[in-house]
């Protein structure tokens, strides 16, 4: 079980065959879980690009998050992603949906009135988009419309730019995807888990998030990524410097 960041910090010198923490000081292993493993884990297992199946979403489910995003301006059909200033940081799309105010003359509802609705739009792709919002058959209707991601903003595609009393415009996007995992520190100095995001030194070490499966994967890969690397002499120097600093 590697339920504490202890467990992880044994398991880690038990797969390298070494049973002192000053071969590799807990500094060392922080920076080699935060900057060289966890980077490598997200791009081999979840990163976009990779097929997702529904027991890989289940194992991941501490990393999936709802964020309601209001657009950039009013009437913009613009939303940034998540920076991890007010929900958690965006790393890859599960599912989106958008609340859209329509006039209700186009829904069977009294000419003028506006109503509030939750619709799900199709993704367009780059090669798709000119055409597809100038084709007569496949523009953004009141049936059918839009969404494509593009650096770090969502842009949804309505039926038309914004009129007031004529256009239907969003309102709000409700996106669902998975955020990064918990960066992991051991702290020497006060090893038992504790409530430190940040991680501040002295005041507990802060686990990983993920369960125990993808924990040990995150182990193998560190291990790995260690062995290979005390092969080169830049590396050894640096592990060496580190122990000579935190003594």
Not at 31 to 54: F, H, R, V
Not at 57 to 80: K, M
Not at 172 to 192: G, K, M, N
Request: glycine share 4%.
């Amino acid at each position: 079980m590697l339920d504490s960041t202890l467990d992880m910090y044994n398991a880690f010198l038990e797969g390298i065959k070494k049973e002192y923490t000053g071969t590799v000081i807990p500094t060392v292993w922080n920076d080699l879980m935060n900057n060289k493993t966890i980077p490598e884990w997200i791009n081999s297992n979840i990163a976009e690009g990779i097929e997702l199946g529904q027991k890989q979403i289940d194992e991941l489910r501490v990393l999936r998050t709802i964020a309601n995003l209001d657009p950039t301006t009013p009437f913009s059909n613009t939303y940034n992603l998540p920076d991890g200033t007010d929900d958690p940081k965006y790393l890859r799309f599960l599912g989106i949906m958008f609340n859209v105010m329509f006039m209700g003359d186009h829904l069977c509802y009294e000419a003028g009135t506006l109503v509030l609705a939750q619709v799900k739009f199709d993704v367009i792709r780059s090669d798709q988009k000119a055409a597809w919002l100038k084709s007569p058959y496949r523009k953004p209707s009141y049936e059918r419309m839009y969404y494509d991601m593009s650096g770090n903003q969502i842009n949804a595609y309505t039926i038309n730019p914004y009129i007031a009393g004529i256009s239907t415009y969003t309102t709000q996007c409700s996106l669902e995807y998975l955020t990064y995992p918990v960066r992991i520190f051991f702290d020497e100095a006060h090893p038992a888990d504790a409530v430190n995001p940040t991680y501040t030194p002295g005041v507990g070490s802060v686990n990983s998030n993920l369960p125990d499966m993808q924990k040990a994967k995150l182990i193998d890969i560190a291990v790995r990524i260690y062995l290979e690397s005390t092969k080169e002499e830049r590396y050894r120097t640096y592990v060496n410097e580190s122990i000579i600093r935190n003594q």
